[in-house]
């Protein structure tokens, strides 16, 4: 086991069984793992994960947002979700998950049918909005040409911490980040793709980050493992011989990224 400490900066608690979820969190100190930034997808989800917070508020960060790969909501929904984060102000790290459906769209497509993005757009400009007036993060899923709109957006509404986790695009796209200093999590896919190989080659070591996105299942040297927080120190060896540094300066880097980010520099 890695004795470097670590902090998984994205993952969805609230997915796991009851069960899973307190053994994640049991195992949190032994695995070395300081803390989870904990992501929502909707209003229940979103009480879930504030659930899991109170319970372990020095392990558990939450983060509240409408995931983008599902249905819009009713106004009237959106309003309350909206209100609900906005009362949370004080108790949260971030707003997210957030952002556009890049997924739900090639699924349409193959469908012969044709997403209708403005719908997303407007949801997530609402988003971005009460981010910028809560000055909390955003933690985003916008990946290849979605990226490029969200960089846009992030411009528009003037906001410059942002996480894009899991992210893959085009070099273009990754220099118009890296110049914007927006930050991105790897998660441990980067064992057996050469495309998130190649995006940690080129992408700072001070913009990044480490994730699960548990309870996502992987494959390669996890496959059938029920997705663990744990698995980020592979993530971060990999990252280490990516970028051709020592394994110690790479974890003590990737950890201070995350605690400056999400404002955890008191944690520990």
Known sequence: M???????????????????AQKIVSDLDHSH?????????????CLATERLSLQTPKQVYAAYGFHPEQEIPHEADVQELLRWISERASTMVAVGEIGLPYYR???AEERG????????????????????????PVVLHAV????DIVCDLLEKHGISKAHFHWFKGSPQTVQRMIQAGYYISITPDVL?????RELVRNYPLELLMVETDGP???EGSFAGQMTHPRMIHKVIEQISLLHAVESD????????????????????
């Open 2 to 20: 890695n004795n470097n400490n670590a902090i998984d900066a994205h993952i969805h608690l609230d997915m796991y069984s009851e069960t899973e």
């Open 216 to 218: 996502w299942p992987f």
């Open 249 to 268: 300066i790479v974890a003590e880097t990737i950890l201070h990224n995350t605690k400056q980010f999400y404002d955890l520099l008191t944690l520990g």
């Open 33 to 45: 793992v300081e803390a989870l930034i904990a992501v929502s997808r909707h209003l229940t989800s």
């Open 192 to 196: 057996y793709e050469e495309e998130i």
């Open 113 to 136: 049918e044709q997403l209708d993005y403005s719908p997303y757009v407007q949801l997530l400009e609402r988003f971005l909005e009460l981010a910028a007036k809560l000055e909390k």
């Open 144 to 147: 290849y040409e979605d990226a």
């Open 105 to 107: 769209r090639l699924e």
